[in-house]
């Protein structure tokens, strides 16, 4: 089956480091991956987009990369604040075109 | 304000009770979605609709019901015959494009206790 995972374990790293979390799919080729980031006890915020057919896609001081060989995104936040703490969750379109998410990664950037 | 709504919070009932979790958006979407998070896990798909007075099963669908009368509204109910009905619930809702890529705006959660 399709499937969309994430490390469960929390990433804690130091303000001002860049912080890179990782998705890999496995069972399918997704046309698009989203990131979001969700606060605890809140829903998620969209972030970026990326399609199948683009390497890398930038906003401000977050990017993203997709590797259809390696079948896995990368998630990059630079200089990070502990303002950037929360837990990301990656998401690719299934076959019904509807979002599957992963599990998400927890980041937290200590002062 | 543009945006998503979600009512209650929180909920809590009984084992055995129906419950109905409020939905409402006014970003003139057309397709809305149900979602249940559990601790550590993914957002799982429960039911989604892609046009009013039309609702498809999502992945676990097993125990809820939905309906779509109004373009604007989008309720879940918690039947009974959900065995482990305990979660966060999250809705959302996108204005889905030809190649159906749209971000997708979820409302601020319902967190529902059943004891």
Known sequence: SQKIEQNSEALNIQEGKT???TCNYTNYSPAYLQWYRQDPGRGPVFLLLIRENEKEKRKERLKVTFDTTLKQSLFHITASQPADSATYLCAA???GNMLTFGGGTRLMVKP | DGGITQS???L???EGQNVTLSCEQNLNHDAMYWYRQDPGQGLRLIYYSQIVNDFQKGD???GYSVSREKK???PLTVT???KNPTAFYLCASTQQGASGSYEQYFGPGTRLTVT
């Open chain 2, 72 to 74: 604007e509204s989008f």
């Open chain 2, 60 to 62: 676990i669908a097993e």
């Open chain 2, 8 to 10: 209650p919070k929180y």
């Open chain 1, 19 to 21: 912080a890179t979390l």
């Open chain 2, 80 to 82: 009974s015959a959900q």
């Open chain 2, 12 to 14: 809590f009932r009984k």
């Open chain 1, 93 to 95: 379109n299934n076959a």
